[in-house]
């Protein structure tokens, strides 16, 4: 038995290509008033984590998110020494360009320096329902909770959903400024049609024919000297 060895190339749904993205979902400056401004001395400002994208040309999936609060100057300040520490550790060894907060929820660093110099702010992260109560001063529950002159925090799901970051101002004559970033870190797989070579290997059967050896006597003249 003898084999036949085809190659087939055929072209099949398959992945392109495969990334890690950061995707900045919020970057606000929100101006907090001083007690004796006698206004609120309270803050609210909404974001949505991104939903998960599945299609036929692309797959989106939330892998982590985290969120930063930054107060005056002094928090500007931490964000830029963070900024360049990040630069340093990723130098030549990633493929992607990362924020701080990217950083932090990709797992490239494990904590982010805050100042303990510094106007401080209280806040608080929670749900939609938790926020009513927040505004109507009753107790309420949350999600994660500092009070500092910088804070931050990730978390590992969530895609799709509402959040609220809260804020309160209980200095009695300084108003401040507060800075809050919010960043997803999302797996894409491209898709498309790949080429795909398969290997066939086909025995082919056939006779082997058997050939009976002919002798032949040959007759010749004996000469004689």
């Keep these: 038995i003898r084999y036949d060895t085809t190659y087939i190339t055929e072209t099949k749904r398959g992945i ?3 990334e890690t993205v950061e995707e900045l979902v919020l970057d606000k ?4 008033h001083a007690k004796a401004n006698l ?3 309270k803050s609210i400002v909404s ?15 939330l892998v982590s998110w985290a969120y930063w609060v930054g107060v005056d100057e002094a928090g500007n300040k931490a964000w830029e020494q963070n900024s360049k520490i990040i630069t340093k550790v990723v130098k030549g060894g990633a493929s992607m360009l990362l924020t701080p907060l990217g950083a932090l929820a990709v797992g490239v660093v494990a904590d982010l320096s805050v100042p303990t ?8 992260l929670a749900d939609n329902a938790n926020t009513v109560l ?12 500092g009070k500092g002159v910088a804070g931050y925090q990730k978390f590992s799901s969530e895609a799709g959903r509402s959040f609220n970051i809260l804020l309160k101002n209980d200095n009695l004559v300084q108003g401040i400024d507060v800075n809050l970033k919010v960043v997803a870190i999302y797996k894409v797989t491209t898709l498309g049609n790949v080429p795909h ?3 066939k290997i086909t025995p082919v059967k056939g006779r082997i024919q058997e050939r009976t050896p002919v002798v032949k006597q040959i007759k010749k003249p004996l000469v004689e000297n």
Excluded: C
């Excluded at 400056?29 to 907090?32: A, D, G, S, T």
């Excluded at 974001?47 to 999936?61: L, R, S, T, V, Y």
């Design 134 to 145: 927040f505004k109507e001063g009753k107790a309420f529950k949350f999600k994660d909770h």
């Design 117 to 124: 110099m510094g106007e401080d702010v209280e806040y608080w």
């Design 197 to 199: 070579t398969e290997t």
């Design 39 to 41: 206004k609120s001395v």
């Design 16 to 18: 392109i290509k495969e």
């Design 47 to 61: 974001f949505a984590i991104p939903k998960d994208e599945i299609n036929q040309q692309k797959e989106k999936k």
């Design 29 to 32: 400056n929100q101006r907090l």
